[in-house]
């Protein structure tokens, strides 16, 4: 079992961000947004390398419920359907610290692709 867990999480108002504090202090604020497209789901990435999903239009999206998993995860369910995605206390520790970099090279992808954030 992993030494980080979150002692809390909690669901901002407008269902756009989640903020975890973990055991050891640390404070990650997460976006419903970043959440979503970088989900840990097969659906965003893949079963295997190279099939990762860029997925667009998900700005507005929301945390419409969080299920506990074991002992070791959470599973979101977002306000557009998206709910397979388990997120590991070790995997929400990694998008505090690093989400920042993993959001822009996603909208790189946007980018490159002709795609938006925005939904259609």
């Known amino acids: 079992m992993s030494e980080i867990w979150p002692s809390e999480l909690k669901v901002s108002k407008d269902r756009r961000l989640l903020t975890v504090t973990f055991n050891d202090g640390v404070v990650?604020?997460?976006?419903?947004?970043?959440?979503?497209?970088?989900?840990?789901?097969?659906?965003?990435?893949?079963?295997?390398?190279?099939?990762?999903?860029?997925?667009?239009?998900?700005?507005?999206?929301?945390i419409r419920q969080m299920t506990p998993t074991g002992n070791y995860a959470v599973r979101i369910g977002f306000?557009?359907?998206?709910?397979?995605?388990?997120?590991?206390?070790?995997?929400?520790?990694?998008?505090?610290e690093s989400g920042g970099e993993k959001f822009a090279a996603y909208e790189a992808e946007l980018a490159e692709k002709r795609l938006s954030r925005d939904p259609r």
């Open 28 to 62: 990650a604020s997460l976006p419903a947004e970043m959440l979503r497209v970088l989900s840990p789901s097969a659906e965003v990435q893949g079963h295997g390398p190279g099939q990762k999903v860029t997925v667009p239009g998900k700005r507005n999206v929301g």
């Open 79 to 96: 306000d557009d359907g998206h709910d397979t995605g388990i997120f590991t206390w070790l995997y929400l520790r990694e998008l505090g």
